[in-house]
C-alpha cells in the first residue's frame, strides 16, 4: 500500500471507529443525563470495533492497489508481448434460443510479424487444410504483402508500424481507466494456470463518468478479475453486462446479459499471452434483424520473433 494510501486507511479506520462508539455513548448519557464511559470500557469497545473493521477495509484497499498494480504492469508485458508469433484459432457460432450453435463457422490464422508488424495468414477452415486453390490464394497474398512492405521507404514503414502501435494502444485504453472506474472486493484466492490468484469482484462506481468512447460502456458491466499473486498479471477475466450497450451512437445494441470471458497464460517465464476468448452476446444493427452469437478464440504455438528476422516467400526458399 503507498504512503498516501496507508495514511488515507488510518483516517477512515479511525473516522469508522469514533463513529460507532458514539451511538452507544450517547445512547447511555441520555438515559442517564451525565454518564461518561470509563476508559477501560472505551478502549475494549474500540478495540473489538477495530477487530472487526480492519479485514473489511484493508480488503477494500489491498483490492484496489492489486487492480492499479496489474494495469500499470499490463503496458510493460504489452511491449515484449509484440515480439510473439502464434496460431489464433476462431470459432463464430450462432446460436438458437436455448443456447446451442445451430451454424459454426472455424477459422485458424497464423500471426507472424512481417517487416515490423502483424500479418495474418488463413491456414485451417473447419479443423481442415486449406484447399489447393484456397491455399495458393492465401500464398500470392503473402508474398504480395511481402512485396509491397519490402518496397516501403522509411517513412512509409514508420507510419505502418506506427498505425499499428496506435491501435495496439487503443485496445488497452480501458486498462488505464479501468482502477477509477470501478469499486473492488477481495472475495478470495484461487488456484489457476499453475499459481495462485486474487479473486476481485468489480462493480460500477456509483457517478463515475467514462473518459472516453473506448470506456463508455463501463458503467453497465460488471466483472470478476483473477489476478496472479507472484507477477501480479491478470490471469483471467469475466464480464457480464447489466444493460443494453449502444455502440456507434444507436448502430449496434448489445443485449443485457452479454458475457465475456478472457484468460492469459505465462510463455517462457517473461510474458502474459492470450489464452482463450469467448463472448456470448445478443445484439442488433439499426434496422437490421438482431442475432445471437458467440466467439471463441483461442491462442497457441507462441514463438518468439528475432527483431532481425525477415519472412520470406516461398519464392525465396
Known sequence: MSARGA???????????????????????????????????????????????????LAAEDAGEIVRRSCELDQKNAEVARNYTFLQREVESDLNGSGQPKNQQIRTFDVTLQEGSPYRRLVARNDQPLSASEQKQEEEKLERSIELRRKETDEQRQRRIADWDRRRQRQREPLKELPDAFEFRLVGEEALNGGTAYVIDATPKPGYKPKSTATSFFPK?????????????????????????????????????????LEQTRVNHEVWLPKKVNLQASARLVLLKGYHKSLDMTFSEYKKFQADSRVVSTEDK
Open 221 to 261: 458491466v460488471k466483472a470478476r478479475l483473477w489476478i496472479d499473486q507472484n507477477d501480479y498479471q491478470w490471469v483471467k477475466v469475466e464480464m457480464e453486462s447489466t444493460d443494453t450497450i449502444s455502440f456507434g451512437g444507436f448502430l449496434l445494441r448489445l443485449s443485457k446479459g452479454a458475457h465475456l470471458v
Open 7 to 57: 495514511g488515507d486507511f488510518l483516517h477512515r479506520l479511525n473516522a469508522a471507529a469514533r463513529g460507532l462508539i458514539a451511538p452507544e455513548v450517547q445512547e447511555l448519557a441520555g438515559a442517564t443525563g451525565n454518564f461518561r464511559p470509563s476508559r477501560g470500557v472505551q478502549l475494549d469497545v474500540r478495540f473489538v470495533m477495530l477487530a472487526v473493521l480492519v479485514p473489511a477495509i
